[in-house]
């Protein structure tokens, strides 16, 4: 059975880090790409990182210069830093297998439309709160 679990989130002031856990189960991670998106309260899904499988890592201007998207196969976990931090990194965060159609230039990249049956697989979250 495929599972994720999502975590390392937590509330932290603005300018802090995090470092969130993806651990997967039931297939091999790094045979696939991985996806993190998250979503605000009364937002929509907003596409955040990705890494192929052969290691690519893809970022969002949002988060551009400011994250790490890395995996670690002998844990079979996926990662990803968040470094100053700001108030609108404040979402709840998921991790899946796959990675949406990108339009890449300049250093970052943009999704079209995320919507939660683009992936086949999803994790529970991990809430991540910036505040002062």
């Known amino acids: 059975e495929v599972q994720l679990v999502e975590s390392g989130g937590g509330l932290v002031q603005p300018g802090g880090s995090l470092r969130l856990s993806c651990a997967a189960s039931?297939?091999?991670?790094?045979?696939?790409?991985m996806t993190w998106v998250r979503q605000a309260p009364g937002k929509e899904l907003e596409w955040v990182s990705s890494i192929n499988s052969g290691g690519t890592p893809y970022y969002a201007e949002s988060v551009k210069d400011r994250s790490t998207i890395s995996r670690d196969n002998a844990k079979n976990t996926l990662y990803l830093q968040l470094n100053r931090l700001k108030t609108e990194d404040t979402a709840m965060y998921y991790c899946?297998?796959?990675?949406?159609?990108?339009?890449?230039?300049?250093?970052?990249?943009?999704?079209?439309?995320?919507?939660?049956?683009?992936?086949?697989?999803w994790g529970q979250g991990t809430q991540v709160t910036v505040s002062s």
């Open positions: 899946a297998k796959d990675k949406p159609p990108l339009y890449c230039s300049g250093g970052y990249c943009k999704s079209g439309v995320i919507r939660g049956d683009m992936f086949g697989n």
């Open positions: 039931g297939f091999t991670l790094s045979s696939y790409a």
